[in-house]
Every structure is written in structure tokens, then in C-alpha cells.
């Protein structure tokens, strides 16, 4: 028995080998399954962030220790450690915001016994704040965090700046209190606005000049003044470019002055904000200074802006945001993104988007009303202040509220342009440039991609299939097939280059011999044909049936040439010497030299092949029975393929043109180096496209990780992975189908 | 038979059906050849014209270049855009593009010469033509040969002196170039790796001065050591300016260019057949082994040729096992069912995604998410600089090998499948076990099968370019990812591209005009590659279909 001991053991061994293999493939198999599926998941997690509401997260809630008087002025910085308030005396008080507790108090550079009777903001991305002051002048401060590390830790050092220095600016030289102020400021020229006792609008235009040192800085000051039509004004903005100035009172009649002559204001609009009725209770800018957001009694919040209306600005009503009912109080902007909180009478707190038209999360926030709202630089804090004058702190986790369906799909009406759009602009040199983030026009280069891809595709590449599964001898399929096969090997970056650097220049020089050859070629092939036909047999048995394509080939070369040959004499004789121009000229129709018909002929060269090899394969396996059963009825060769062969094939040709639309859809370098890749909205030939595909792979590397840009990026490959995938879902049912029907019969 | 009679046999109908087989097979074999010609062509010596050019009634100038390119025009549309053609142009003129160089001269590397307002052509045998490191190619008259300032050679000895001189200073240059990059870059890797180290410690609070000490050490000797090659340098540097030669160009101008600044010199025009060859042979080798100049458009591909092979191996490694592993437990392990045939449908629809969402979920997934934590674990010291959580050559290959992955499992699965049952059968009959039957009887028979799909993985991703341009790609990478500082084989590193070579250099480089013909033979030497592992995994496919044909009767 001792002899069957070893044996014993190694055949547990093997077992044991067994089970391990069965186990290790197992788990292997199911793991890379698992890693094929998790690209799905992973593109769909990145992409969720982009859908989801903001959050508010109550944060400390404090009355200041030290409270200044009545508060004109709320603001926080940017990493929501200090606020600043600022009161009617001209006192600042920078605060804690964990507690309330004083951190630093000065006393703002006002002439001897001036009190603050108004207050202005300058552009929500640059804190500066203007002080009206009751003897008619102006002071305008800045507040600055310096930051020190010391110990490796943040410390932050609150202080007060002149950007125009401590001396007070005369705007009333009348010396009456101000009743409102406004304040533009840039790098060479800044603007005061400010309403006087009498209802009168002073207007100072300073060009500021930087010194030799750069240390210091002169200015010149032009004062105009305007005498209104409109009583009891109590909103006054200049806007970002300082060419126009809004005139409100609280009824919500307006007024638009032209400032670009600062010297001589032009009335250029009068117009209601609000509706009958209906009160103007706040008026701020969106960052920028270009979009009015007015908010009313009804609590609804109206976004205006002006609109270029033969060379003059007209304000229009753009979008309305209804979805707080009670008085909106307070707007505040975010600095850097064309988002606002509104703040109501109820105590409720809105975050708004204005190009998604997104209310991100509306919140009570306090039992009463609320006086004044501050957004952070980051806008990832709002600091509220209500009426019974204690402060709250709400942290806001808002990513990304610039995307929602409609300002990805849907026409949108972006700042600064005339009517809505579908753009798509990810990115400027500018930082407070609205991004345009429409898949729309990107979506449809796709498909336009796709569609003249498949114009030159399908036809060529069916009916080189039936001939090739149907008609040719085997030993020139046995050719065929694998030169077919080269060519969807070859890579797309090659024919993307022939197509841009060769394909294009050569099409655009030979553009009537291209549409020539689409009626030459035929007409060439069909006479030939014919003219075969009537050769002698024993001159045509020298080609055996199945041969032709071999013949043709010296045909079509020479119909080609000819076709070209003869561009330039239709050229000279229809179109003025120059297709181009004549297009341009005489139909309108724009002209780029790596357009559609550059593309649908490079990619289309991409897809004949796997449109080939299926619907090949496809009329190859139709049982040949059937074929044979239809011939011995007597039909000829073509009744057989066309009422018995294409019609059982028919659903393998549809799965074809499925995968070949497909891979036509998702193809990269062709359309990338084929184009010009401008996100145009027309289906014209003669212009080129920017696809999904090709947008990721020009704007991808660029992208900061989580950024809106780049979830956006992945869900336009989302959006790809979608629709190839269905569509081959689709294509490979109906093979699968198909394969079923075959085997039965 | 009369013509509706034979519009109803059908037959012209089948006849237009072969069309379209002859119209996709030019198109592939003119594709082929266009690109074979343009190519090839590149390395060839061309001959050096010179003619006179008028450019108004009495106004011309002497041309010396290279035809590069020519096409027809009306006549009409060149009058319009301003140039003075003599009387009597006819309607059509054919427009020349003259390869000029001396970018350095005369600021533009081209000419465009209309044939109307040409001279006869000449082909002078003096006119030279020298290949420089930078500013592109230099053609004229040869006048002297200096040393040091002082003329050394005049008149027709100059051009064998210029020869002799040439080699002494591309073997200088060869010299200078080892030293630069081999050795200057080992100390500049060490230094950064000792620096590395140091930020180590001192992250994990273990910087005692002992080891502080040792480091500073190190560090003094890689200086030292540094400074003996610098000085080596200096010297070789020297030499290297020493010589330098004058000649006269098309504007009678008479320029010194110094030897140092020449890759080489040869007389197109007084070359014989078998000098031409020589100077072909030595072009072709240029282009497959030497790096890439002036900003990719002269010189060779090598590290893109390399960074391609590199790449490919990787994501074999991966592509492999996991293909592989996934096909045999699809077809061998898994019962099969609906939820088999779902798995199998999605396997065979990924092959149909495209490319840039592997990309896309490379870029996200393994760059920044797996890349971005293995810095934080293993890399502390390199931060905020990231070691893996940038694009490279790992990622690459990972997705590549992720996009290839149902290539290889299809085929695999196919080969799998066509193994007739009766083997399996007969293997398990004697007794062997489910995993041997598999080891020993099974995937040995579907090697080759195994081999189609890989090869099939390995042509398409060699073609690939565009997920590449998110997850590694780079035009010009200073470091090769395979050297001889350790750890040898740099994981993290970037790497250049032979498709992503074709693009940036056809569509992003400042000079298209001039890389043009190096873009053509970058294409031929990729389709070359990828047309030869095509024809492989057909006939091995096909070899192997008989096989089982043979097998199943």
C-alpha cells in the first residue's frame, strides 16, 4: 500500500492545483470584467458633481461685541476668517467670524466731522468700496488681508488702502450730503457717480496716472453733472466698462446714460425695472459690472443687460429668477463666477447661477428679515446680517452651478451678446469671462462629422462588400480581404495628416473636378461596362466573371484623372476661374479649406472597411440554398442577390452601418487634424466642425483636475461612451439575431 | 444586345458594384504609394537649381534651392494677389516652392517662383549644400576653409579639406554629446535623487546630522565630479570652434559659417549614382537612430521610434494575462448564459468606443486618482512635484492595454472556441485534471490564436494617438524611459510618439512647410510597422484555420 502513498498526496496536489486554477482564472476573469465596467462608472462619477444643488451649512452666529452704529457695509475674506464691517461713522471693524470677536477697528481717513451718508461698491471681483460723505465728498477705501506664516501657521493681518489716496474727492462742490454713490475703478481710469441733495447726478471722471517709480499715482479729475428726469433716485451703478451709468429709484424707473464722453452723459434709455406696482427693493451687479440683477418686492430677481442695438447699448430684460415670494432685501455677486445669493424678506437665503438659470438652494436662514449679505472671494462662505442686527455664517458648497441641461443643450443668452446661442468657449484670457459650455454645436460637428463620413462610406463600402461576398472569383477575394483588413488598420493620425496637408489644399485647387468625378466616375464605369459587353467573346473570356474589379482598376484611375484634368476648364467656363471666390462671392457660402467634404472623404476612407468586412461577412453567410434555390427558379444573378441575398442580409448590412457610424462618431485625430475645429453651428459642406472627440483632445490637457471644465470634458466622453456603446449594443442584437436566423434555415 | 436589354440583366449594376471594390482597393494602394514616394523620396539627394527670377520688367535676382513642391495655377489669380508676370504668360503657369534655406540670411527657408518669370535652369556642380544643427539647411558657393581665422584652403582643394575637417568635428561633437548627456546627466540625476533623499528624511524627521553630513558629502563629490566634465567640456568646446569656412550665396553675398554648426556638407549636383546611394543609405540610417533637431523637423525619430516599442512592450505585459485570464474563464469557467452572452456583447462593444474616452478615464483614473495617492504614499519628499501623478509611460501603456483588452479577449475567445471538443474530451478521459486539460492540451493549441489577438492589440496601439496625447505623450522628451542611471527602466517618465510625432510636428511645429517630407517618412515607418504586424496576424489566423479545419474532419 506504501507504494500508493506518494500517489495519494499528488493527486491531492493536483486537485488542489485545480481548484486554485478554477478559483485564481475566476477571480481574474471577473476582475478585469469588473475593470472594463468600472471606465463606465468612473466617467459617470466624475461627471455627477455637475448636477448636484448646492449646500449651506449653518456656521457660527454672533452679535458684534463692539457693534458700530448701523451697518453700511458687510464683506468677508477669502478664507472666511475675517469680516469687516463698516458703520455710519466711518469706522471699519474687522471681526472673527468663529466668534464675533474684535480683531482690528480703524477709523477710516474722513475729513473732520464728515459722516458717511452713502456708500458705493466697485466691481464685485475687486473689494473697494466708496464712502459718500455728508459735505459732498468722496473717500474710497480697499480692504487688505496681508498674510504671514508664522510658525508654519496662517495669520492673517487685516488693513485699510487708499486706492486714490487719503484726500477726499470733491463730487458736490456745493458741499450738500450725498444721498448715493457709485464707483468704478480700473487701471488708468476711474469713475464716481453720486446723487446729490437735490436730486441732481455728479459725475467724476478721474485718468489716473501711475508715477515714473511706480510708487505713486496722480489723477485728473473732470466733474460733469447731470439734472435727471427721475425723482428720488436710489440706485446708481457705473458699469465695468465705465461707458454707462444706471439711474433707479425705488419704483424701478430707470434711466441709461452714455458715459463714453464722461464730459457730456448722453440719455440714451428710459425704462421700468419692475412692473407696475410692483418695488424695486435691490439693484447690484453680477461680477463683471455688465448684468443688472434687480430684485424686487415680489421676490423675484430679474437679470438686464445691455445689448448692442445699432451701435448703442440698450438694456434688456434677460432671464427672472421666481422663486423667493417675499422681498428680496440683499444681492450679493460671487467675485469670480456670474452667480449672486439673494437674501428676502423672510429671512430666506437663495443661491442663484444666472447662465444655468439654476437656483442651487434656497434656506431660511434666520426667523427675521435680513439686512445685508456678503458673499466670500471663493464664494464658498455667505455672511448675513439680519435685521435685528446679529450675524450668521452659512458655509456654501457650490462646485458647480454653471452647468445644468438647458445651458448644455439649449440655447443660452451669455453677457454681452444679442440674442441666445448655442457657443461653446471653455476658456479666455480674461478672468471674469462667462464660460460657454453648450455640448450643442460640439454635439452636432459630431454628428455632421459622422454624416459626410458615412455619405462616402456607405455606398462604397456595401456595395464592394456584395460584389466581393457575392460576385468575385476566391483567389482575388483572397486579395481583397486582407487588403480591406490593411486598410482599417491603418492609423487615423496618418489619414488625418494626408487628409489636412494633402487631401485639403489638393481638393480645395481641384474643387469642380471633385463634384465632376461624383458623376464621371459612374457614368465612366457604366459606359465601359457596356462597351465590354460588346467586345468580342473571345476577347472577354480573357477575363474570367468575378475579375472585373481588376479590370476597372486602370478604368477608374483614368476617370479620376480625367475628372481633375478637367476641373480647371469647368472651372474657367462655370465659376469664374475660381470656384472659391465664385462660392463665396456669388452664393455667400464661406469657404475653409479643411471643411466637411476634406473630412467625410478622410474618415469615410476610416470606416469602409468595417462597414466591409460585416456586411461581407453578413452576405457571405446567407445559406447558399437559398441562393441556389432562387437560381434554379430562373432568376438571374441580380434578382437573386437583390430580392433573396441583401434582403435576408439586410439586418447584418443595418449592424454595419451601426458600427461603422460608431467608430465615425468617435473618431479622433482625423477630424482634429482635418479641420479647422471651430465650434460652428451648419451643416455646410464647404465648412469645417469641432466634434466631442476632438474637443477633449485639444482642451483636455489643459483642464485643472475638478474643475467645471474638466467634468464637463468627461461628460462629453460620457456622452460618447453612451452613444457608441448603445449603438453597437444595437448593432451586435441584430447580428446575434441574425447569426440565430442563419442557423435555422 | 441593345442597351435596356442589358440595363435589365442587372449586369451594369454588378459592374458598378466592382467599381467600388476597384475604387476602395486605389484608394489603399494609392494611400500607400502616395505616402511610400513622399517618404522615401525625402532622403534622396536632390539636385541644387539656380536661375534668374524676374520679379518686375527689369528688376531680378539670382534663386539657388531645391525644387520641393510644385502645382498649377491660373495666371489670373497670382496677378490679383499682386506679383508682375512678364506679357505673354498664358493662362496657366505652374508655381514652384523653392527650398532656399539660409533661414540665417535671409530670414525664410522658401521661394515661390512662378515658371513665367523664370530663367533657364542651371545646375551648378560647385553649389554646396550644408545640413546644420539649427537654422536649417545652408546651400552656396564654397570660398574658403579657415583655422582659427586664417584661410587654410581656397579654391578647389577647399571642398576635401572641408571634408577632413567635417569628420574632426563631428567626432568633437560626438565626444561633447556623451559627455553632455551621459555623464553630465548621470550627476544630474544623482544629485536629484540625493536631494530627494534628503527631503526624505527630513519629512520623516530622521535628518540627524550624521546623515546630513553624509549627504553634504555625496553632494560635494558629484560636485567635484561635475566640475572635472565641465572642464573637459570647456576644452572640447574650444576645439570645436575652431575651424570655420566661408561661402558665397545666391545674393553674392559671402558668409563664414563656422564648422561646428555643420552636421554635413555634400555637391548634389556633382554626386554620381553610387554617391547618391551612399548619401540615401546614410540619410535612412540618420533618420531611424538619431534624435530629432530644430524642433522636430530634421534629424531622426529614434526616441519616438523608442518610446513607441517601449510603450507597446508595457502594455503587453498587461494586455496579455488579463486578455487571456478573461477569455479562458468566459469560455472555459463561466456557465454560460444570458449573463455570459451580456458580458460578451459589452467586451466586443468596448473594442467599438473610442479611443480618447480611454483617454479620458485614463487621465482621470490612473493619472490623477492611482498616480495622484501613490505620490502621496511612496513619493512625500517629491511633492508638491509629482513623480506619478502626471501622464507617463506606465499610464500609457495601462490604458492602452485597457483599450486593446477585447482585442485580445475576442481572439483568444475565438481560438478558444474552435479547439474541437473531442480533445478537451480525450484529455479528461485519462484523467486530467480541468486545469492541466487547460495547461497542457488546450492553450497550446490556442497559441496562435493567442498570438493573432496580441498582435492585433500591438498594431493598434502603435497607432493609436489620441488617448495618448492625454496620458503621457510629449513631443520632446529630454530622457529616454530606458537608461543607465537606477533604477533603469523610469516608469514615470514621458516619452515621444511615432503617431503624436506625426501630428506635432505636420500641425503644431512653426515650420510645416520644412518638416513636411519628415512627416511623410515619420507615416511610411509607422505604416511600415503596423501594415507588417497586420500581414503577421492574418497569416497566422489564417495557418491557423486550416489547422483546426484539418483537425475537425
Given at each position: 500500500m506504501s507504494a500508493f502513498e506518494p500517489s495519494l498526496s499528488y493527486r491531492r496536489w493536483r486537485h488542489l492545483k485545480d481548484r486554485l486554477a478554477k478559483h485564481g482564472v475566476a477571480i481574474g476573469g471577473v476582475g478585469v470584467i469588473v475593470a472594463i465596467t468600472l471606465i463606465f462608472f468612473y466617467l459617470l462619477l466624475v461627471v455627477l458633481p455637475l448636477f448636484k444643488p448646492a449646500e449651506m451649512e449653518a456656521g457660527p452666529s454672533f452679535s458684534l461685541t463692539d457693534a458700530p452704529q448701523a451697518i453700511h457695509y458687510l464683506t468677508v475674506d477669502e478664507y472666511v476668517e475675517v469680516g469687516l464691517a463698516v458703520d455710519e461713522a466711518g469706522r471699519a471693524l474687522f471681526f472673527s467670524t468663529a466668534d464675533g470677536h474684535p480683531l482690528e477697528r480703524i477709523d477710516i481717513e474722513l475729513p473732520p466731522g464728515a459722516r458717511v451718508t452713502a456708500l458705493g461698491k466697485g466691481d464685485p471681483a475687486i473689494e473697494i468700496l466708496a464712502l459718500g460723505l455728508d459735505n459732498g465728498q468722496v473717500v474710497v477705501v480697499k480692504p487688505v488681508y496681508k498674510i504671514s506664516y508664522p510658525d508654519d501657521r496662517r495669520h492673517i493681518t487685516p488693513t485699510l488702502e487708499y486706492p486714490l489716496g487719503t484726500d477726499p474727492i470733491d463730487l458736490d462742490e456745493d458741499g450738500a450730503p450725498l444721498r448715493a454713490v457709485a464707483l468704478q475703478m480700473g487701471e488708468e481710469q476711474a469713475t464716481l457717480a453720486a446723487v446729490g441733495e437735490s436730486g441732481q447726478v455728479f459725475v467724476a471722471n478721474l485718468a489716473i496716472e501711475e508715477s515714473f517709480l511706480g510708487e505713486g499715482f496722480s489723477f485728473e479729475q473732470e466733474n460733469t453733472v447731470i439734472e435727471p428726469d427721475?425723482?428720488?433716485?436710489r440706485y446708481l451703478l457705473v458699469s465695468g466698462p465705465q461707458t454707462e451709468l444706471y439711474l433707479a429709484n425705488g419704483d424701478g424707473n430707470a434711466l441709461l446714460y452714455d458715459l463714453r464722453d464722461p464730459t457730456e452723459p448722453e440719455l440714451l434709455q428710459r425704462l421700468d425695472l419692475t412692473p407696475p406696482g410692483v418695488r424695486l427693493t435691490s439693484l447690484r451687479f453680477l461680477t463683471g459690472s455688465v448684468s443688472l440683477m434687480v430684485g424686487d418686492s415680489r421676490g423675484h430677481i430679474a437679470q438686464w443687460f445691455p445689448v448692442n442695438e445699432r451701435g448703442r447699448p440698450r438694456l434688456v430684460h434677460v432671464r427672472e429668477f421666481a422663486e423667493q415670494d417675499a422681498a428680496i432685501t440683499d444681492i450679493a455677486p460671487e467675485h469670480g463666477r456670474r452667480g449672486f445669493v439673494a437674501a428676502d424678506a423672510k429671512g430666506r437665503l437663495g443661491v442663484y447661477y444666472t447662465t444655468s438659470e439654476r437656483l442651487l438652494a434656497l434656506a431660511p436662514v434666520t426667523d427675521v428679515p435680513v439686512a445685508k449679505v456678503a458673499v466670500s472671494p471663493r464664494a464658498d462662505a455667505a455672511l448675513v446680517l439680519d435685521a435685528q442686527g446679529r450675524l450668521h455664517v452659512f458655509r456654501i458648497h457650490n462646485e458647480h452651478p454653471e452647468i445644468s441641461f438647458k445651458s448644455l443643450w439649449g440655447k443660452v443668452w451669455y453677457e454681452g451678446y444679442s440674442e441666445p446661442a448655442h457657443l461653446w468657449q471653455s476658456s479666455a484670457a480674461t478672468t471674469d469671462f462667462e464660460p460657454k459650455f453648450s455640448l450643442t454645436p460640439l454635439a452636432l460637428g459630431t454628428l455632421k462629422a459622422a454624416f459626410y463620413a458615412m455619405l462616402v462610406a456607405v455606398p462604397l463600402a456595401i456595395m464592394g462588400a456584395i460584389y466581393t461576398a457575392y460576385f468575385m472569383s476566391p483567389g482575388l477575394r483572397r486579395v481583397v480581404k486582407p487588403t480591406i483588413e490593411i486598410m482599417e488598420a491603418l492609423p487615423t493620425v496618418i489619414l488625418g495628416f494626408l487628409a489636412g496637408l494633402w487631401l485639403a489644399p489638393y481638393v480645395e485647387a481641384h474643387l469642380p473636378g471633385i463634384f465632376a468625378s461624383l458623376l464621371i466616375l459612374p457614368a465612366g464605369v457604366l459606359l465601359f461596362a457596356y462597351l465590354w459587353q460588346r467586345l468580342p467573346r473571345t476577347l472577354r473570356a480573357h477575363v474570367p466573371d468575378g475579375w472585373e474589379p481588376l479590370l476597372l482598376l486602370p478604368v477608374l484611375a483614368a476617370l479620376t484623372a480625367l475628372a481633375m484634368w478637367l476641373s480647371y476648364p469647368m472651372e474657367e467656363l462655370f465659376f469664374e476661374g475660381d470656384m472659391r471666390n465664385w462660392l463665396a462671392n456669388d452664393l455667400g457660402i464661406p469657404f475653409d479649406q479643411r471643411n466637411a467634404i476634406v473630412v467625410g472623404l478622410a474618415m469615410g476612407f476610416a470606416v469602409i472597411p468595417t462597414i466591409f468586412s460585416i456586411t461581407e461577412d453578413a452576405i457571405f453567410q446567407v445559406p447558399k440554398h437559398l441562393t441556389f434555390g432562387s437560381l434554379a427558379l430562373g432568376a438571374t444573378p441580380w434578382q437573386t442577390l437583390t430580392r433573396v441575398v441583401i434582403l435576408t442580409a439586410s439586418p447584418g448590412i443595418f449592424s454595419a452601418v451601426m458600427i461603422g457610424l460608431g467608430r465615425a462618431v468617435g473618431e479622433t485625430m482625423i477630424v482634429l487634424m482635418a479641420t479647422g475645429n471651430t465650434p460652428v453651428m451648419d451643416w455646410s459642406p464647404f465648412q469645417g466642425m469641432r466634434t466631442l472627440s476632438a474637443n477633449i483632445a485639444v482642451e483636455m490637457p489643459e483642464s485643472e483636475v475638478d474643475s467645471t471644465h474638466y467634468r464637463v470634458l468627461f461628460l462629453a466622453a460620457l456622452v460618447l461612451f453612451l452613444f457608441t456603446f448603445a449603438v453597437n449594443t444595437a448593432a451586435e442584437m441584430v447580428r446575434q439575431r441574425l447569426r440565430k436566423k442563419y442557423s435555422s434555415l | 444586345m441593345n442597351v435596356r436589354a442589358w440595363f435589365k440583366s442587372g449586369s451594369p449594376w454588378v459592374w458598378l458594384n466592382a467599381a467600388a471594390v476597384s475604387a476602395s482597393i486605389l484608394m489603399v494602394v494609392g494611400l500607400l504609394a502616395l505616402i511610400a514616394a513622399r517618404g522615401l523620396g525625402h532622403f534622396w539627394p536632390h539636385p541644387v537649381v539656380a536661375f534668374t527670377y524676374h520679379e518686375g520688367p527689369d528688376q531680378s535676382r539670382r534663386i539657388i534651392g531645391e525644387i520641393q513642391d510644385d502645382e498649377e495655377l491660373p495666371a489670373s489669380r497670382l496677378r490679383e494677389a499682386g506679383y508682375w508676370l512678364p506679357d505673354g504668360t498664358g493662362e496657366r503657369i505652374t508655381r514652384y516652392l523653392v527650398k532656399v534655406g539660409n533661414r540665417d540670411v535671409y530670414g525664410a527657408d522658401f521661394f515661390s517662383a512662378a515658371s513665367s518669370n523664370m530663367g533657364p535652369w542651371e545646375y551648378p556642380r560647385g553649389i554646396f549644400v550644408a545640413e546644420r544643427w539649427e537654422w536649417g539647411n545652408f546651400y552656396g558657393f564654397l570660398r574658403q576653409v579657415k583655422e582659427a581665422g586664417h584661410v587654410v584652403a581656397e579654391g578647389d582643394g577647399a571642398w576635401t579639406v572641408l571634408q577632413e575637417r567635417l569628420s574632426r568635428v563631428r567626432e568633437l561633437h560626438d565626444a561633447i554629446r556623451r559627455l553632455e548627456k551621459d555623464e553630465i546627466g548621470a550627476i544630474n540625476y544623482r544629485m536629484e535623487r540625493l536631494r530627494l533623499k534628503e527631503r526624505g528624511y527630513e519629512l520623516d524627521g530622521e535628518l540627524t546630522p550624521a546623515r546630513k553630513a553624509e549627504i553634504e558629502m555625496e553632494r560635494a563629490r558629484l560636485q567635484r565630479e561635475y566640475e572635472t566634465v565641465q572642464a573637459r567640456l570647456q576644452t572640447l568646446y574650444r576645439d570645436i570652434r575652431r575651424d570655420s569656412f566661408t561661402a558665397e550665396v545666391m545674393t553674392g553675398q559671402v558668409v563664414e559659417i563656422p564648422l561646428?554648426?555643420?552636421v554635413r556638407a555634400y555637391r548634389p549636383n556633382a554626386m554620381g549614382p553610387f554617391e547618391k546611394v551612399g548619401h540615401y543609405l546614410a540619410k535612412l540610417w540618420e533618420f531611424v537612430s538619431e534624435e530629432p533637431r530644430e524642433a522636430n523637423t530634421e534629424g531622426g525619430v529614434f526616441p519616438a521610434i523608442f518610446g513607441t516599442v517601449m510603450m507597446v512592450l508595457i502594455m503587453s505585459v498587461f494586455v496579455t494575462p488579463m486578455g487571456i485570464v478573461a477569455a479562458v474563464y468566459l469560455r472555459e469557467y463561466a456557465k454560460q448564459g444570458p449573463l455570459t452572452r451580456v458580458i460578451r456583447i459589452s467586451v466586443n462593444n468596448l473594442a467599438g468606443v473610442p479611443s480618447i474616452v480611454y483617454g479620458v478615464f485614463g487621465l482621470g483614473f490612473f493619472v490623477y486618482f492611482l498616480g495622484g495617492n501613490i505620490d502621496r504614499l511612496f513619493f512625500p519628499e517629491a511633492l508638491p512635484s509629482p513623480t506619478f501623478g502626471t501622464p507617463g509611460i506606465l499610464w500609457a501603456s495601462l490604458t492602452l492595454a485597457l483599450l486593446t483588452l477585447p482585442v485580445v479577449i475576442v481572439s483568444t475567445e475565438e481560438g478558444l472556441s474552435r479547439i474541437p471538443k473531442s480533445l478537451r474530451e480525450g484529455s479528461l478521459a485519462l484523467g486530467a485534471t480541468k486545469a492541466e486539460t487547460l495547461w497542457r492540451v488546450v492553450l497550446p493549441m490556442a497559441s496562435p490564436a493567442l498570438m493573432t489577438g496580441l498582435i492585433l492589440a500591438v498594431a493598434r496601439a502603435a497607432g493609436e494617438v489620441a488617448p495618448l496625447m492625454l496620458v503621457g505623450v510629449v513631443k520632446?522628451?529630454?530622457?529616454?524611459?530606458?537608461?543607465?542611471?537606477?533604477?533603469?527602466?523610469?516608469?514615470?517618465r514621458k516619452f515621444m510618439h511615432l503617431g503624436f510625432h506625426i501630428y506635432d510636428v505636420g500641425f503644431?511645429?512653426?515650420?510645416v512647410e520644412a518638416a513636411r517630407p519628415l512627416v511623410y517618412a515619420t507615416a511610411l515607418l509607422l505604416v511600415l510597422v503596423i501594415v507588417v504586424l497586420n500581414l503577421t496576424a492574418i497569416q497566422i489566423r489564417n495557418r491557423l484555420r486550416e489547422k483546426y479545419r484539418s483537425l475537425e474532419t
Open positions: 427721475l425723482d428720488d433716485i | 561646428a554648426t555643420v520632446l522628451a529630454p530622457a529616454l524611459p530606458l537608461d543607465g542611471n537606477f533604477p533603469f527602466l523610469h516608469l514615470e503644431q511645429s512653426p515650420n
